[in-house]
C-alpha cells in the first residue's frame, strides 16, 4: 500500500542544535517532494521543494535532502531557534497524466527547548 | 500582501444541517485545492480544480460534500447533510500549476458539526 511516514513522535531539541526530520514514502514516485511549516491555528506554508534528481538543497539555514533509492528525504535545521517550533510537514508531488496531486504526510512536531 | 482568505473562520452547526465554507484563492493563481484536517487522519486532499474546472474530488465523499467554482475568484465547499464526524479544519489552498504545485493555504475553517 501507499504510505508516507514521518518522524512518529514529537522532537524535542535545545536551542542552537541541529533539528533533522525524516520523512519516508513507499509505493510512489514523486517528482518533487516539498517542505511546509504549519503553526497551531494556521494553514500550512511552503519552505523548500526539491526535485528527483537533486540530492540537496539550502535556504538559510534550511537544508533538505532527496534519496528516491531510499525513499526519504531529511529535513535540517541548523542552529535552531525556538521560533523554529511548528509542525512540519513533507509532501509529495505525484505528476500524473494529467494533472499534478499533492499528497501530504502526517507532520512531525518539533519543539525548541531555549 | 496577497493571500487565500477562506470565511467562515469557525462554524458550529448541528448535525443534519448544510454548511458553506468559501475561499477566495490569490489572484491569478489557477489551481485550487480543498482540504481537511483531523488529528488522527492529518491533511487529505478532497477536491482539486484548475482553471475552474473540477480535476479530482475522489477524496470527497460524494453523497454529501460537493465542490464548485462559480468564477476564479470563488471556490465552495458545501455538506449536506452535516455529521459529527465532519467536524475538523478545511483548508482551502491555491497555486499556479507553472509554479511546481507550491502551495498557499489560507487559514482555515474549524468546522465542529453537534
Known amino acids: 500500500s501507499q504510505k508516507i511516514e514521518q518522524n512518529s513522535e514529537a522532537l524535542n531539541i535545545q536551542e542552537g542544535k541541529t533539528a533533522t526530520l525524516t520523512c519516508n514514502y513507499t509505493?510512489?514516485?514523486?517528482?518533487?517532494l516539498q517542505w511546509y511549516r504549519q503553526d497551531p491555528g494556521r494553514g500550512p506554508v511552503f519552505l523548500l521543494l526539491i526535485r528527483e534528481n537533486e540530492k540537496e538543497k539550502r535556504k538559510e539555514r534550511l537544508k533538505v535532502t532527496f534519496d528516491t533509492t531510499l525513499k526519504q528525504s531529511l529535513f535540517h535545521i541548523t542552529a535552531s531557534q525556538p521560533a523554529d517550533s511548528a509542525t512540519y510537514l513533507c509532501?509529495?508531488?505525484?505528476?500524473?497524466?494529467?494533472?499534478?496531486?499533492?499528497?501530504f504526510g502526517p507532520g512531525t512536531s518539533l519543539s525548541v527547548i531555549p | 500582501d496577497a493571500r487565500v482568505t477562506q470565511t467562515p473562520r469557525h462554524k458550529v452547526t448541528e448535525m443534519g444541517q448544510e454548511v458553506t465554507m468559501r475561499c477566495q484563492p490569490i489572484l491569478g493563481h489557477n489551481t485550487v485545492f480543498w482540504y481537511r484536517q483531523t488529528m488522527m487522519q492529518g491533511l487529505e486532499l478532497l477536491a482539486y480544480f484548475r482553471n475552474r474546472a473540477p480535476l479530482d474530488d475522489s477524496g470527497m465523499p460524494k453523497d454529501r460534500f460537493s465542490a464548485e467554482m462559480p468564477d476564479a475568484t470563488l471556490a465552495t465547499l458545501k455538506i449536506q447533510p452535516s455529521e459529527p464526524r465532519d467536524s475538523a479544519v478545511y483548508f482551502c489552498a491555491s497555486g499556479l500549476t507553472s509554479a511546481k504545485n507550491i502551495q498557499y493555504f489560507g487559514a482555515g475553517t474549524r468546522l465542529s458539526v453537534l
Open positions: 509532501a509529495l508531488d505525484l505528476l500524473k497524466t494529467s494533472y499534478d496531486k499533492v499528497i
Open positions: 509505493n510512489y514516485s514523486p517528482a518533487y
